[in-house]
């Protein structure tokens, strides 16, 4: 999947979805996530849902003469004509604290005290972040978690009604696979294609594996926050590929904007969304990200008219990429990778292969997104696991024939994408 994430917030009204939708499907993604459009508790958050099946008014056009429910089909609609599949949060974690859930179903919810409990997080240095405008549904111990999984499991038909075809599920690691197992069993027996993607940051790799067993087709990747040398993220990948193949995103609307991050430096976000593209199976980029957004989305206070002033536009780059990801089956799968060792530190040299059938790559990245880097290859073939023709489909400057051995002066965050169709990989 290529997944552009229309932050509803920062799009508006429905009737002015359109363009967005076309840029997404111009740039050659295939998905469009859509982050909660319920109608909202008195926080105003999108996470915070009193109605499930009812759709925020900030949403709605004020002269459209068809009903909510209606706007939304068509929107949908459009997505489909555009050749985009649409994919919506599904949040069952927890509900608004002032939901009517609450006083219908007060059995749905923890307690702690006899009060409805928040839900919570731990950041990594420690600090204990609680949500209190939300209240947090006992899948676990309710006595009556049939009821509530069967209000889920409605909620999820539901909006296969409207349209949708996908669900990333907030905070899917929260809740048990005893939980989701059944849930995704029933939805798919009614509707075999449709997709469930498992929201796991801030968890365990081991965690991950667990929730990504109960049948979700993906998972996200922490590939955003990786320094390009430490072993983590290799060894997080291996634990967890071979159970769902994963998202990476070089930015989210629960990130900074990495413009910013960056110091407003181009080459860094074009260093990072390539990787982010042929690291893993899928990629998602959020709204703003191809322009060089500097604002941070936030679910409450994000409105249209913060749409910003371009400050880079990406898009011939993503579309580019999008279509090297396309185009080679070892960008579209979750195989194994190595770190191949050379003598500038500067540069990542990386070999990814596919776990079964034929392909092979090596990735070269320049780390550095200020200065350009040397790199020396005595022999490039040796790192293929087969032998086979070896075919350079980089963006800037491909070369008819790789010599050996290979040299090549990195611009400031380029990258250099070798693929070798013809050998049929041994990994497994």
Known sequence: M????????????FDNWQPHLSRAARMGFDWVFINPIQQTGRSGSLYSIADYYAIDKSFLSPTAAIQP???LRAIVAEAERLGLSMMIDLVINHCALDSELVERHPDWFVREGGKVAHPFCVEPDGTKVVWYDLARFDHQHSRDREGLLNYCVDLVEHLLGLGFRGFRCDA??????TVWRPLIQRVRSRCPDCVFVAETLGCTPEQTRATASAGFDAIFNSSKWWDFESPWLLEQYELTRKVAPSISF????????LFSESGGNPNAMQRQYLFAALFSTSVMIPIGFEYGFQHRLDVVNTRPEHWETPKLDLTDFITRINAIKDQHRVFRSEGPIRLLDHSNPAVLLLHKGVTRGKGEALLALNKDPWNRQHLHVD?????????????DVSLEWPMDYLPTPFEFELAPGM???????????RAT
Do not use: C, W
Request: hydrophobic share 30%.
């Open 172 to 177: 899917a690691y929260q809740i048990p696979t």
């Open 250 to 257: 070089p930015e989210s609307h629960d990130t900074e904007r």
């Open 69 to 71: 429910e209606a706007q």
């Open 415 to 425: 990258g250099r994408i070798l693929v070798a169709e013809g050998a049929k990989s």
């Open 379 to 391: 022999d490039l073939y040796r790192h293929l696991r087969t032998p086979g023709p070896l075919r």
């Open 2 to 13: 290529k997944i552009y994430n229309l932050f509803p917030r920062l799009a508006g009204h």
